[in-house]
């Protein structure tokens, strides 16, 4: 199954194209073509990701990147097609938000073959919904033009599934001899949870963050550090500086509702506490890496100890990290040594530095699953949906 995929959630314009085999017990991917726009230059002079600002982006370069990406999987013949006027005025009231969209499109479509591709899978939440709207007008509008089914992808599924691939090349990597219970802790800019999933793609919500989400705390933390967005990689490279050193003079951090007997988790008040240690006074570089590193050991720690009381809960056989705070370096060392030692029975899958970030091959993969299930939408019935759930619980 060939599948193309679209991801606008955020501030990455991705589109990719697929080749998969296989089926839930034992699937194959092959990557033939996948580009990537990335707006985090732009959205670094504002200090963060405006959604006006990450939309107009996304109307801007994804025709350019959808076409980036047919090319390099040479599926991209050049042919003078007339497009019935009906489906044109379809697909012109589906666009009537996005005219620069619009334009772009229809000259795509005006000289191109209709690609062979099987289904094209978008993230249509969670993330924010002007953005999502970009790459699911696309969808639908592609779908009618091309008559090719779609199936929208939850962004946080994709996270979780493309972090159980394991490489076979640059280009192939596959998903097999899963043990189930799995149990993911997806950590980004917008969420904590801690999702089970106990029959295959059938998700329940085990915990959560009661408050802000981890990425965001550190995005805080870098902010009142006076690290540029985003903050995650800052913060974490100042923490390795004060770890190489060792002996640090900080303070250690509260570990927010780490006795607390439920799977939930609360990061507001550790931001706090940092703020407290800064006290608007003028820091050395060595005090800077000290607190990073003082707030990183208690993350860790608190995302180690709930993860852990969840895996006993679940009675989970793997356990992944997904979502963008999983490429940081301290989370991936501590689950890898705490794992071994503390749950030698679970496997434990952290995402390859590819996966981290968003992009469209983790959509696409997802989708591939999604389709084999037949959860096909038509054109008319898709929507973004900025809080989209994977647990029919929390929806
Ligand atoms: O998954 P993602 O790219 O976007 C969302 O769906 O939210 O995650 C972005 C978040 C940001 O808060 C960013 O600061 C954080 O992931 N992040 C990191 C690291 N790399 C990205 N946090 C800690 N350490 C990192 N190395
Ligand atoms: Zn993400």
Redesign the pocket.
């Known amino acids: 199954m060939k599948i193309l995929s679209i991801e606008t ?4 314009t991705a589109v990719s194209i697929l080749e998969a085999t296989g089926d839930e017990s034992s699937a194959h991917f092959r990557v033939l073509g996948n580009a990537l726009l990335s707006q985090i230059d732009i959205h670094r002079e504002f200090g963060g990701v405006y959604p006006a600002v990450a939309k107009r982006e996304h109307a801007k370069n994804l025709v350019p990147v959808l076409a980036a990406s047919l090319e390099e999987a040479e599926l991209m013949k050049e042919d003078l097609q007339v497009l019935p006027d009906e489906l044109r005025t379809e697909i012109s009231v589906l666009l009537t938000r996005e005219p620069e969209l619009a334009e772009a499109l229809f000259a795509f479509l005006d000289e191109t073959e209709v690609p062979d591709i099987d289904v094209i899978a978008v993230t249509h939440g ?2 924010l919904e002007p953005a999502l709207w970009v790459g699911v007008n696309l969808a639908r509008a592609l779908s009618l033009a091309w008559n090719k089914p779609i199936v929208g992808v939850n ?2 599924e994709g ?1 979780l599934l493309s972090a159980l691939t394991k490489p076979e090349s640059e280009k192939d990597f596959s998903i097999q001899n899963l043990e189930l219970p799995i149990l993911g802790l997806l ?5 904590t949870e801690l999702m089970a999933m106990e029959s295959w793609l059938s998700y329940r919500l085990v915990g959560q963050t009661k408050d802000d ?4 705390a ?2 805080k933390v ?1 902010r009142m550090l006076g690290l540029p ?5 800052e ?2 490279k100042l923490a390795e500086n004060a770890r190489e050193r060792g002996n640090t003079q900080m303070p250690s951090l509260p570990r927010p509702m780490m006795k607390d007997s439920a799977c939930d988790f609360s990061f507001s008040g550790l931001k706090t506490a940092v703020l407290y240690l800064i006290k608007d006074r003028a820091l050395s570089e060595t005090e800077k890496e000290e607190i990073a590193h003082s707030f990183e050991e208690a993350v860790s720690d608190v995302l180690f100890a709930k993860t852990s009381r969840a895996l006993l809960e679940t009675g989970a056989k793997t356990l992944v990290l997904g ?3 999983s ?5 991936r060392r501590v689950f890898s040594e705490r794992m071994t030692i503390e749950h030698p029975e679970v496997s434990l899958y952290l995402p390859e530095p590819r996966f ?3 992009n469209a091959i983790m959509i696409g993969i997802a989708g591939f699953y999604r389709a084999l299930k037949q959860d096909y939408t038509s054109p008319d019935n898709l929507v973004a949906s900025g809080n989209l759930s994977l647990s029919p619980a929390s929806v």
């Open positions: 959630s955020c501030d990455e969670p993330g962004h946080m996270h950590i980004s800019g917008g969420h989400a981890v990425g965001e550190y995005d870098a967005y985003p903050g995650g990689p913060v974490s979502g963008g705070v490429a940081n370096t301290n989370i981290t970030t968003d």
